[in-house]
Every structure is written in C-alpha cells, then in structure tokens.
C-alpha cells in the first residue's frame, strides 16, 4: 500500500478576507481523501500567529478553533515547517503545503517565498504569479501587452485621497463618467469594492478602499455579464466551462459572495454561444501565461451586453472554496469531483517543484 503524503492545510490570516479563509479551509479539508493523506491543519490568527490545530474542522468557521489551538506546544509546528532545513532525514516531513489563504500575506508571494525557501511543494501559483495576480494595475498591463481587453482605469494613492481628496475626485470626474467602481489594487473577495454615482459616493468610496491598500483603482463601469472561467494546470494549463454570476445586490461584493442565503445565483455552464465561451476560455488561458501562473486561477470577465466584447476584470490566484465558490463548481460540472480537484492540485505542486529543483 502507497504510503500517504503528509499535507499542511494553512489557513487564516492577517487579511481583511480571514473568515472567507476559515469557510474554504473547512471545505478543503472535508474534500480531501483521508485515505490518501495525513492532514495537518496549520491556522494563522488575525495578529499574525501561527498555530498547529488538531481539533475538529467543524470548529474552523466560527473561529473557535484558536482557543483549541492555543493550549498546544508549538515546538512540534516548528518541527514540522522547519524540520526539512535543519535535518537531512526529518521524522516529521511535511510533503506538501496547501494553503488556503486570500489576500495580502495569503495569495500576494509572500507566503510562497516562505514556503520556497522551506523547499516544500505548494498547491497555486509561484510568487511572480501570485504577486502579479495580485496587484489589479500591474495585471492590467500584462493583460494590455498580451491583447486582452481591460477597463480604463485611473489609479490613485491613499496619501493622495487623505490629503488631495478634490484633486483625485477631479482627475475621475474628467476621465469617466459616473457610475464607476472604487477598489484597493492589492485585495480580493470585492473587500473595499464600492460602486460610485455621484461625487459624494466616489470620495466616501475612495476613502473606503484606501483603508485596505496604499493603492486605489477606479474604473469604468462595463455594462456587462459577470462571467469566470477556471484555469488548472502548469506547463499545459486547460479552462474550464464559464460559469455566470447574478448577484443579489447592484454588484458581487463581499456580502453578496458570502453572507447572502444563497440569494446570488450561479448558472454553471453560463448560457453563452459556442464563439463566446470559446472566446472567454482562451482569454482565460492567456490571462493565466500572461502573469507566469502555475496550478491554478479563476479568471473573472466582462461581457458586455450591448456589443459582446469580453474584458478581463482581474485574476485570482487562490479563488475561493467556499460551499458556494465558482473555482470548485465549474471543474466539478467539466466532470472534476471536488476531490479529484484536490489531489489534482497536489500532483501539479509537487511536478512544479520537482520541475524547479
């Protein structure tokens, strides 16, 4: 019998999205094949600290599972991280690191190069992907260079917003028209996103996203569809199916996303012609190769409803795995149970790192 890998779940965070964390680690975990690994749950608190957790995952969501956590001796998560550089033959290896984590210190390179200097395999993209995939401006213009279509867009600062607020309410008010979207560059799961009408919404949004970032885009409003579409794979990276998103709300925010009973809607496959969904996963798969991405991404899109012309909106280098999330969904209708999904993750961390090695 084939003799189990050893799987850190890494979970939490210092990012405004750590409950979104706790809901996809707890679904990650309840997915994975219990008879193909031992895994170690590894939770990193609001302040920063890190935890090894051995309770139950049912804790994870509410955030209980810190108490649990703090009565243990972290000597054996330091074992169990740094035992591969301090030891030749480590008793406690750790095969490979999964972690689920969204937004800054989580999916932006910086945990990716603690983990390669560990020199343990991880699930998703590298550190020029995730931090690329991260940062909307930067993005952008690789999107631009690799003939993807994006919103025009001006960007601002937040020491800007604090103490020339009228100036940058000007440069937007002679660039777009009113309504258009206010967001932190470096952030995911619509955190910050504010969606602005009139002048008195754009300085309240403006100073609202500057709470999350240093760096604040404001773009055009798309009158589009919301469509996303997955990408898995390294070398050879394939997409799946769209999938379409009706919000609940004026847009997909953070409370539409998670906190809304279900009242958004996702239609999986996305009621699209054969050119469009054609069209949408090759953009996909280009937006993907454009940001140097391994592993995995979901990839979010415009179609806009009055001419059919697709934009880019943004990347997501470690997408959601929540009950509701897209990522895991559309690979499960393109036949990928959630399961699968998971140890197809974990084979592609450990063919890149051999790969880099």
Known sequence: MQNKLNVAVVFGGKSGEHEVSLMSATNVINAMDKTKYNIHTIGITKQGKWMLYQGPVEKLQDGSW???ASKLDNRELVDLLLSPMLDEQPNNKVDVIFPVLHGPNGEDGTIQGFFEMLDIPYVGCGVIGSSLGMDKVISKQ????AGLNVANYELSYKYEISTKLQDVVKRVEDKFEYPVFVKPVNMGS???ITKAHNKAELEKGLQEAAKYDRKVLVEEFINGREIECAV????????SGAGEIIPSKEFYDYEAKYFDDGKSTLVIPAKLTEEEEKSIRAAAVKAFKALDCCGMSRVDFFLEKTTGKVY???INTIPGFTKISMYPKLWD???LSYSKLIDRLIELAIERHDETR
Do not use: K, M, R
């Open 66 to 68: 810190e108490e649990e």
């Open 142 to 145: 690789l999107f631009v260079d």
């Open 190 to 192: 619509s955190v910050g």
């Open 232 to 239: 898995l794979g390294n070398n050879f990276p394939e997409a």
């Open 312 to 314: 880019i909106n943004e």
């Open 333 to 335: 209708t393109a036949g």
